[in-house]
Each structure stands twice: as C-alpha cells, then as structure tokens.
C-alpha cells in the first residue's frame, strides 16, 4: 500500500505476478486512504478479502499510517525496486516525481538503493504543482502535457517553479497576452530544468526511467529529455502510480518467505 499526498495505491502480487491493483486520490486522513484503496484492489477479485492477504507493507508518505501493514519501508527503496519490476535489471537511474517531492535514485540490477537525493518540502516541480496550475488555467491535468505543445516555437521558461510565485506569475503572463499553451510550455519547461538540477547532481546512468504520476507528462518528460540528452526509457505497460506500492509488495513477498523459513 502505496499512500501518497496526492494519490494512494495498493498493489497485489501472487506468486510473483502482479495480480490486482488500484489508485485512488488520497484523502486528509492517511488510515482511511490505506482502507479504501486496499478494498479497490481487493473488489477487483471477487471473493478475495484482506484476511486472504499473506504480508502487507505500507510505503509512501502515510506509510505507518496503514492500519493492517505488518511493515512500513520507505518509499526511495520501494520505488527502486518497483522500476527494477517493471522496467527490467537494466534500470539504474530512477526519478521518481511524487505528488509532494521528488526523488532521483541510483540503483543497481536488483533494484537495490546505491545512493539518492531529495528535494526539500516545497510543491515546486511536483505533481501538486502541476495540479495548482492546471486549475489555475483551467486544462484537465490530464492534458497538460499535450496543451503545453500547443504552441509556434518554445518561450522561456517561467522564472520560478514555487507555487505562489508561479501562479501570480502566470497571471501575469496571461494579462499580457500568452496563450494558455504559451504559459503552461514556460512552467513545464521550469519543471523540467527544476528536475534536472535535482536529478544530475546523482551520476546520471542509463536506462532513466520516471515513476510517480507526473510521468503521464509529456509536457515535463520531453523537456526534460532534452535536458539530459537522451531519451528516457518507457519500456512497460504498467501504470507508473504503481511502482511503490509494485515494490512495498515485492518486500512483502521477501519478508514473508523469510519468516516461513524460520
């Protein structure tokens, strides 16, 4: 169980696989997210119940929030090892842009943590920010990445990535006569610098993959693909919302194993 900021979700694996899942917009009340979107996940199989389930692990921001997780570990080590799930060994760089804050990790073939950096608590160039500035503009912030290409030739970028500014910023944009397109370009653009900043201060290696909501961005990933000068590996049909809870439920199997051993 994967309970973010913005966002939770719950992943079951059986045997291996991954077996059922879910996403769900977090509430104020992080137990009560980890309930709903355990129960998601679990309607999903019809006659599964939580007593079904073997080990539970909650990671992510509310993570010792989860009333039923038998273990609370991190979201950078889930996160790592989620990539390494569904993106393949080869991963060894992971961004993982999260509702709140952002992480670049180093990893190995297995998924395991070598080194990472965070940025400090501010919504700038995360998903939160994202959302303010997509209401504050009015487009779906589903199409913002689309909207954000909108445009005859790349302006530049906004000059700050902090919320407040930002909005009154963009306000200001707009009464001088930008587009919504123009204005939305400048602040993925911001963003994506913002996330390269943060990313290249680890040794940067190929394969990069992004977890984490804002990777459904095209408006920050191809801007930031040109910030680093490649591209960023996409290889996987699973949703990238789901690569913590993917790994808090890979531990879980670990765990479980380890203490059937004993």
């Known amino acids: 169980i994967d309970v973010g900021s913005v966002s939770s979700q719950a992943a079951i694996l059986a045997d291996g696989e991954l077996f059922a899942w879910a996403n769900t917009r977090s509430g104020y009340n992080s137990r009560e997210s980890a309930n709903k979107v355990m129960q998601m996940a679990l309607d999903a199989v019809p006659g599964m119940a939580l007593e079904d389930i073997h080990y539970v692990v909650g990671t992510g921001y509310g993570r010792v ?75 779906p912030i589903g199409k913002v990445g689309e909207v954000s290409f909108q445009v005859d030739e790349e302006p530049p970028p906004v000059s700050t990535t902090c919320v407040v500014f930002a909005k009154t910023e963009a306000l200001s944009l707009l009464k001088a006569g930008w587009s919504v397109p123009k204005v939305l370009a400048a602040y993925c653009a911001a963003m994506a610098h913002r996330i390269y900043s943060q990313v290249k201060a680890i040794d940067i290696q190929k394969e990069f993959v992004i977890t984490g909501g804002s990777a459904k961005n095209i408006g920050i990933v191809k801007r930031l693909e040109q910030e680093l000068g490649f591209e960023i590996y996409k290889g996987t049909s699973i949703d990238t919302q789901l690569a913590g809870a993917i790994g808090g439920a890979l531990f879980g199997r670990a765990l479980y194993e380890k203490s059937q051993k004993k």
């Open 65 to 139: 929030r989860v009333p039923f997780a038998n273990r609370a570990i991190t979201e950078i080590a889930c996160h790592a090892r989620g990539a390494n799930y569904m993106y393949g060994s080869s991963v060894r760089t992971v961004m993982d842009m999260g509702g709140q804050d952002l992480k670049a990790i180093s990893c190995d073939e297995k998924g395991k943590v070598l080194n990472f950096i965070m940025n400090e608590k501010c919504a700038a160039g995360t998903g939160r920010g994202m959302e303010v500035m997509a209401d504050l503009l009015k487009v």
